[in-house]
């Protein structure tokens, strides 16, 4: 996140091309609560830093794994050993960045040897859960879009890591409010999760489209309110 002496934009949310309000927010964490696979996948993350809290290889494995299988990172082959080997090499070796400039950790992340693909999506989950959830926002193709929606620019420029870390900082502060880093992840994920479900998009979780099938009113008011508009 920024740091209190950076600059802030105070034009405020109707510089938004899509004005994001605390009800949006407030929608996807209802939302979010009735996703139990998820929810427990972010419990489970926690006690495993609790039980866990080193960066030995054989830790770093064990949550690199736990990313892996339970949060969707997508990671192929052995490709998961290297990433779990480098991240414990510089972390003990004192060679990786500072927290405080998080693009710079995840980008040594990925920079693992003998990984050919760009994991930005993994290593943003890595860092955010046994890091730093507070200045890691996830790298995710939904949060992407929805973020390109809201500040109104072509996702190209969200493709890196650095360009999706700032936009995600530009839209807090052009919002005016103050969510943590887990709840922005939560409304860009859902909301941009259900954005490609009325537009005929299937390829998304079970769970979630039941979710957004569910004929409850509480839950049909919360979508309608996730919706976003200009």
Excluded at 143 to 164: E, I, N
Aim: positive net charge.
């Amino acid at each position: 996140m920024p740091s209190e002496s950076s600059p802030v934009d105070k034009m405020g949310t109707e510089s938004l091309s899509v004005p994001l309000h605390q009800s949006h927010i407030d929608a996807a964490e209802r939302l979010y609560r009735r996703l139990p696979g998820y929810t427990a996948a972010e419990q489970a993350f926690e006690e495993l830093q609790r039980a866990l809290p080193g960066y030995s290889c054989e830790i770093v494995l064990v949550k690199a794994a736990a990313v892996d299988r339970l949060y969707s990172a997508r990671v192929q082959g052995q490709a998961i050993h290297h990433l779990a080997w480098h991240i414990a090499k510089v972390r003990s070796c004192r060679c990786m960045p500072p927290v405080e400039n998080p693009v710079a950790v995840v980008e040594e992340i990925i920079k693992a040897p003998g990984v050919e693909k760009n994991y930005r999506s993994f290593a943003s989950k890595f860092a955010h859960f046994f890091i730093d959830p507070e200045r890691f926002p996830i790298y995710d193709s939904f949060c992407r879009k929805q973020l390109a929606r809201h500040l109104g620019r072509p996702m190209r420029q969200l493709k890196s890591y650095c360009g999706f870390y700032q936009a995600t900082c530009d839209l807090i502060e052009r919002s005016g409010l103050s969510p943590s880093l887990r709840e922005i992840d939560h409304y860009l994920w859902l909301a941009g999760t259900y954005h490609d479900f009325l537009a005929g998009q299937r390829k998304i979780g079970a769970e979630v489209i039941a979710l957004f099938q569910c004929k409850s009113p509480e839950v049909k008011k919360d979508l309608k309110i996730l919706r976003a508009k200009p």
